[in-house]
């Protein structure tokens, strides 16, 4: 059974610096070759400074705390698959930035499966706001762990 | 900064460009983990995802569907996107060639701003969608 009065739970606020060496290794990662992201002059001239990968916020995960991390550790490593993520953005998000996230569990519940078994689904919502207190984007996820291991 | 995406100039139903990503390779979610942070073992540590019943490593979700946003950023410009979501159907493995690719679904104004609105999805070799999604970019 999973525990539903997680959900409405808030994590402690997180901060997430928007770092040049760190945006230009993650469009790499994604061999992405725009210029944008390698060129900070151009960048500039093109879009008011270095942008972030669309991606790229998800990063902010592995670098929350347990305090500002709604509970991931009730799932088992070997069976977690990420199941749905969405970014909505308000205004642009650049280098230099210093972002604030605020995480949310917005929902949790189970389901039979197919390939992987009985599932266990976590929803959470981020808001991140920028130095100027500016609301610039909304992220949210789905975490699942299968019953069983999905060997593809 | 300005969409390069010409919203007279969109019709629904046009594609959007087509990003292929040719033979994913472990390295390439290795330097996924290092650039995103995502060290979940299950993505490269072989002897532990044997010991879990999976044959091979795979691809972080996250790297599948960075590579589907640069469909949007290659259409309308980096920073002009407004929305991007995705849902992950199946795993990307070692070997497999990806096409990125969408179509467009719909033009509106929201909040003063003209947008485009589509349908985006990741396939492999086999014809299989591995990530399924939808998006939302300013156009001018």
Redesign the interface.
């Known amino acids: 059974m999973v525990d539903k009065s997680i959900i409405g739970k808030t994590g402690k606020p997180f901060t997430m610096p928007i770092e040049w060496g760190k945006v230009r290794e993650f469009a790499r990662a994604i061999r992405d070759p725009n210029p944008v992201y390698f060129d900070p002059e151009l960048a500039k001239k093109e879009c008011g400074g270095v942008p972030i990968p669309v991606t790229f916020l998800q990063t902010s995960a592995f670098w929350q705390t347990a305090e500002s991390t709604p509970p991931l550790d009730m799932f088992d490593m070997r069976r977690i698959l990420h199941g749905e993520q969405e970014f909505e953005f308000f205004k642009p998000i650049l280098v230099g930035d210093t972002l604030t996230g605020l995480a949310r569990v917005s929902d949790i519940y189970e389901k039979e499966g197919g390939r992987g078994g009985k599932m266990t689904f976590l929803a959470v919502e981020a808001i991140y706001t920028n130095q100027r207190n500016e609301r610039v984007a909304r992220a949210r996820f789905v975490l699942l762990e299968t019953g069983q291991a999905v060997g593809g | 900064?300005v969409s390069k995406l010409k919203f007279e100039a969109i019709k629904v139903g046009d594609a959007i460009p087509t990003i292929k990503?040719e033979n994913v390779a472990r390295p390439?979610f290795v330097?996924?983990a290092?650039?995103?942070?995502?060290?979940?073992?299950?993505h490269y540590d072989q002897t532990?995802v044997e010991?879990?019943?999976?044959?091979t490593v795979?691809a972080?979700?996250?790297?599948t569907?960075?590579?589907l946003?640069?469909c949007?950023?290659?259409f309308a410009?980096?920073?002009q996107?407004?929305?991007?979501?995705?849902?992950?159907a199946?795993?990307v493995?070692p070997g497999d060639t990806l096409t990125c690719r969408g179509t467009v679904t719909a033009k509106s104004e929201v909040g003063g701003e003209k947008v485009v609105d589509g349908d985006m999805e990741v396939v492999n070799q086999k014809g299989e969608t591995t990530v399924k999604g939808s998006f939302r970019v300013a156009a001018a």
């Open positions: 900064m990503i390439d330097r996924y290092g650039a995103s942070g995502d060290f979940v073992p299950l532990f010991a879990a019943g999976i044959p795979f972080q979700g996250m790297w569907a960075g590579c946003s640069r949007l950023t290659e410009g980096a920073g996107v407004r929305l991007f979501k995705v849902r992950f199946r795993q493995w």
